[in-house]
């Protein structure tokens, strides 16, 4: 999980495995964001997944929603190198400027 | 390639000395935002400005200052930094006024060390 006291999430993995990444979240959110930053970049935004959707999917991204558990996850099939990243969610609703995010997940992909 | 830019990219402060850091993006958003990132930490919003009106986090409120002289450029002002304020800054701008059906694009950061 993302949130709580726990650090940051850390996953290593070869290239070509599956993986998935989970978020839980406790305040009430109208969507879920998934976000990648890879070193020396800012974050930028992989998927949008809003609370009437349970899946959405993008190439080789898949997240998940699941609002009565409070939790998503993202998943990416066929993992390259270039994957390794820290991946954080984020969730959000209608008010304005209100995207609060996860501690986030470091992914490393061998080669 | 980004277009949202920040400026520096790397500033080194002395405590009690102020810090500027500038952000500026051309894709003419209405929302500009920064938030503080730690290692190993969530990034943490610390205000917004939704066109010329700026809102900031009740438990950062009096640490941080901003302005918005323009559309495009927003600045994060610390009257006087302190060792805590050492951390990565992302500014980011979006087009929608909530985040419920838009994204926030980053900038690369400006990282601030405080000695």
């Known amino acids: 999980s993302q949130w709580g006291e726990e650090n940051l999430q850390a996953l290593s993995i070869q290239e070509g495995e599956d993986v998935t990444m989970n978020c839980s979240y406790k305040t009430y959110t109208t969507v879920v964001q998934w976000y990648r930053q890879k070193s020396g970049k800012g974050p930028a935004q992989l998927i949008l997944i809003r609370s009437n959707e349970r899946e959405k999917r993008s190439g080789r991204l898949r997240a998940t929603l699941d609002t009565s558990s409070q939790s998503s996850s993202l998943s990416i099939t066929g993992t390259l190198a270039t994957d390794t990243a820290v991946y954080f969610c984020?969730?959000?609703?209608?008010?304005?400027?209100?995207?609060?995010f996860g501690r986030g997940t470091r992914l490393q992909v061998y080669a | 390639d980004t277009t949202v830019k920040q400026n520096p990219r790397y500033k080194l402060a002395r405590v009690g000395k102020p810090v500027n850091l500038i952000c500026s993006q051309t894709m003419n958003h209405d929302t500009m935002y920064w938030y503080q990132k730690k290692p190993n930490q969530a990034p943490k919003l610390l205000l917004f400005?939704?066109?010329?009106?700026?809102?900031r986090e009740a438990d950062t409120f009096e640490k941080f200052q901003s302005s918005r002289p323009n559309n495009s450029f927003c600045s994060l002002y610390i009257g006087s930094a302190g060792l805590e304020y050492s951390a990565m800054y992302l500014c980011a701008s979006s087009r929608d006024r909530t985040v419920n059906t838009g994204q926030l694009y980053f900038g690369e950061g400006s990282k601030l060390t405080v000695l």
């Open positions: 400005y939704y066109d010329k009106i700026l809102n």
């Open positions: 984020a969730t959000g609703t209608q008010v304005v400027g209100q995207l609060t």
